[in-house]
């Protein structure tokens, strides 16, 4: 699933071609993507005819269209999953090969919007929003490093009660949202910290400079459109982000480290990978 920068982006390229425009017509060509809409695919493509899309929003991976109109209170919840994409194409552009659903607009000059989804793991559902705007389903996701808002005192707190490791920590969407295994890896080879460091033992200043971290790559994957490994990532004007060649340790096994020189390390780690540096971040004792 793609983590915050990528998902940043793709939200301002939203904000940017469908902020402000009058939904026409909705079309399903594959029952899967809205399978989290639990009234199922007619009621979905029904209730979005006429609905306003306002100002798009992000909390951590998940982005989301609010509705206005007749239908006000309602948003748009997008799940792009492994490998889902939202692309505005002009109409009449050929349909991709794994097109699952199309949203046209009043204003049609302006393009349509289309989801994209090749393993079709992802998916759009409308659900209701709460009175802090967030849809129902993802009220529990925490603010993210990068929102003027995330509490570092309360993320603190919470890693000091927590009996966990801090990668687990970086991972849980409950404690802080948007991070995933890229941004983890790379924050904490900058921190000097390995993945298995237990979060009771962090200091506040150390948990200041973790935050500090996390939010620099960020910001820097935000600058160059994220990080693509593959075709499966692209903005909605089907463009590829080039933080891959920035990378300091994930996807860098043997190579060495840009601080050290030490050849990085790669171990399995929750089904997953962590990516690190043996002399820069020293496991834990015991």
Known sequence: MPELPEVEVVRRGLDRWVGGRTVLTAEVLHPRAVRRHPAGADD???RLSGLRVTAVRRRGKYLWLP?????GGTALLAHLGMSGQLLVQP????????????????????GELRFVDQRTFGGLSLHPV????????IAHI??????PEFDEDRFHAALCRRRTTVKRALLDQSLISGVGNIYADEALWRARLHYDRPTAGLTRPR???????LRAVMDAALAVGGTSFDSLYVNVNGQSGYFDRS?????????PCHRCGTPVRRRPWMNRSSHFCPKCQRPPRG
């Open 207 to 213: 948990t200041a400079e973790l935050v500090g971290h």
């Open 67 to 71: 509705l206005g109109g007749r239908d």
């Open 44 to 46: 979905f493509t029904a």
């Open 130 to 137: 709460g009175a802090d705007g967030l849809p129902d389903v």
């Open 247 to 255: 990378l300091d340790v994930y996807g860098r096994e043997g190579l």
């Open 142 to 147: 925490a603010r993210d490093p990068l929102d």
């Open 91 to 110: 109409g009449g552009t050929p349909d991709e090969k794994h097109l699952r659903i199309r949203l046209t607009f009043e204003d049609a000059v302006r």
